[in-house]
């Protein structure tokens, strides 16, 4: 089929009939090119219909893979119909599509592009523990892939063809794989990321979590899943291994 | 020990060997899952035919009580049985991950095929 854009954007959606289209009608408004595909990750309520009602290309996972799995079904399918870049948008209306050139711009000269929320812009700010956990994280993976990052489990992110191509067939499943552990696998591939401040919006449902037992909870999972991320063989993430 | 509890070591190692052998003979069990089962069977019916062997070995590692041999072997055995069934767990975990994948592709190119082909009103 024709495409009339090489970049696609990629949304996963849990549950989230009452933001999806709303989402998907301002990416179009702001990425008039852009092709954007809906990963229902097994709802249960009717996100593929109405994504699809908005415009969007929608693949409905059968059950719940998370973001890690929804996300590789969008990294597999840009590598099967010849996308160049890959953009990844929260379906709630975390993000702003506004942003999206913005993090294209920087994908010239990188292959991963974190749009953060701590970066100047916008008005998001978390506390205690898990602000701890996000910096010393932060802190880790900024030495690891060579650039100052600040908001390393940010969920908008741009990824080039080198990126993309590793993505699809290395994309981690695993929480908290998606954000931590794919930095991890790209500086361990020798990937260039950047980082650029997005502002953020609220989240249409449900407020950050600031219980203390969560959050160390979290810190736990966040250690594990980078010691882990730095402690397999190299071999894991060689290309071509799999079809 | 009496006759008894000597016949009855003997008739249980007997009959985790059977059940073990019947499971693989009709392909309820695979080859490689019933390894450990039938060393343990094995070696169940060796010791309960020649209790002696028992204390020998337990002398040969060092173990007083040789009973705790026998617990000891038992938990092991059932340990890296666990083991081993977490780990193909995970990798059924990962391989049923992968199909769920390929399956929303596929379903969304068909989705879209079908979509395609819907205007033509020709009756073909």
Known sequence: ?243 | MTFTSYLFGILSAALILVVVVELLRRRHLRERHAVWWFVAGVIALIVGVFPATLEWAADAVGVEVPTNLVFFSGIAVLFLVCLQHSSELTQLESKTRTLAERVALLELRLNELDDSETPRADGR
């Open chain 1, 1 to 243: 089929m024709p495409l009339s854009s090489k970049t696609l954007i990629v949304m996963p959606a849990f549950n989230e009939e009452a933001s999806v289209a709303e989402v998907v009608r301002e990416v179009f408004l702001s990425n008039p090119d852009a092709v954007v595909l809906v990963v229902d990750d097994g709802s249960s309520d009717a996100t593929s219909k109405v994504a699809r009602e908005a415009g969007a290309r929608v693949a409905t996972l059968p059950f719940n893979l998370g973001v890690g799995g929804a996300m590789r079904v969008g990294f597999r399918f840009a590598v099967d119909n010849g996308f160049d870049a890959v953009v990844q948008i929260d379906s709630d209306g975390q993000h702003n599509p506004e942003s999206v050139p913005a993090l294209l711009r920087e994908l010239e000269t990188a292959d991963l592009v974190l749009g953060a929320r701590f970066a100047g812009e916008g008005d998001y700010s978390v506390r205690g523990p898990r602000q701890w956990a996000m910096k010393s994280l932060a802190a880790i993976l900024s030495r690891a892939t060579h650039t100052e990052l600040t908001d390393t489990t940010s969920g908008y992110r741009a990824s080039g063809p080198r990126a993309v191509a590793l993505f699809a067939e290395h994309y981690p499943a695993e929480y908290l794989g998606d954000t931590i552990e794919a930095l991890v696998i790209a500086a361990r591939s020798g990937l260039v990321v950047k980082q650029v401040p997005v502002s953020m919006r609220p989240r249409a449902g449900g407020v950050p979590s600031h219980n203390p037992a969560k959050s160390a909870l979290y810190l736990g999972r966040a250690a594990l899943a980078l010691t882990f991320a730095f402690m397999r063989p190299a071999s894991t993430y060689r290309l071509g291994g799999r079809p």
